[in-house]
Structure formats: C-alpha cells, structure tokens
C-alpha cells in the first residue's frame, strides 16, 4: 500500500514505485534493463530532507548483533522499523505529482515538521530520487524507501 516502508536487499526487485528514505551507501544503483533496455546502471539518491533528518542506526542501536561477514548486517528488520520510527517521529511529509506515463517523469514534495531544531523546508522530489517498480537494486547492500505509486500507476 502507498505508505508503507519497504526494505529492499541488493539483487532484489522493487515491489512498487518507491521513494527513497535511506540506504548503505547514501546512493543506491539500480537495473532499469527490464524497462528500458539499458544495461548500465543508474544512481538514485534519497531527497535532501532524509539524507539531512535521518540517520542510519547502528546495529547496536537496533539490538541486531553484527555476523562476522560485516559489521552492518541487520536482522528481523529492526534497521527498517528505527529508520521508519525517525520518518514518523519527525513527521515526514510526502506530496506526490499525479501519476505519469514516463518513469522519468516523478516528482513532487518532501517536508519534515517535527523533532527539535527540525525545520528543514521542502524539499522537492524528482525522478532520481524513486526507483521504478520491475527494476533491481544493484551494487547497494539495502534500500529503505516508501511506497509511492502502486497498480496500475507505476511506472513498469
């Protein structure tokens, strides 16, 4: 459903048109080749206001105990909820354009207006900032985002 919080793992396919909130890396790549042909990839980043109002928890802070593969492997989905919790507790505010043929074409607003000292303005969104539903998230170990479009509004 628009709204809901999904976590996306590298290799996966996106459920849904979705906006970026967080991800490992601040940027994420994704395969767009079952949409359009391309083969390279392409870089999508989260909106100013979530890369200037959220945080990634460490997995100490979400009680995740770290595998000795990687210092930042999360499990039961706490990074997820603490990186939801931040979107909800800091009141996000996500007004989006009418949907649109093209998936070039997104766009619309981002806003925070709670938490102390939280007055970051909107910021406007725009196609890089979503990634398309049928395309894959590559070279990005995950992807926090919120559902945008679903239905026959995405973009595939």
């Known amino acids: 459903l628009c709204g809901d919080v999904v976590l996306t793992r590298q290799d996966e396919v996106f459920p849904a048109d979705l906006l970026i909130l967080s991800s490992d890396s601040g940027r994420a790549f994704i395969s767009t080749a079952n949409l359009d042909g391309e083969t390279n990839l392409k870089e999508r980043r989260p909106p100013a206001a979530c890369l200037s109002a959220m945080t990634t928890p460490t997995p100490s802070e979400t009680g995740d105990v770290p595998t000795i593969a990687t210092q930042t492997t999360y499990t039961n989905h706490h990074m997820e909820e603490a990186i939801a919790g931040q979107a909800f507790d800091k009141k996000l505010r996500v007004d989006l354009d009418e ?22 303005g909107q910021t406007v969104l725009y196609s890089d900032h979503f990634c398309p539903r049928g395309c894959v998230l590559r070279n990005t170990q995950w992807l926090i985002s919120v559902v945008a479009y679903v239905g026959d509004e995405t973009k595939s």
């Open 99 to 120: 949907p649109k043929i093209g998936f070039d074409e997104m766009g619309g607003t981002a806003a925070f207006s709670g938490g102390e000292q939280l007055d970051l």
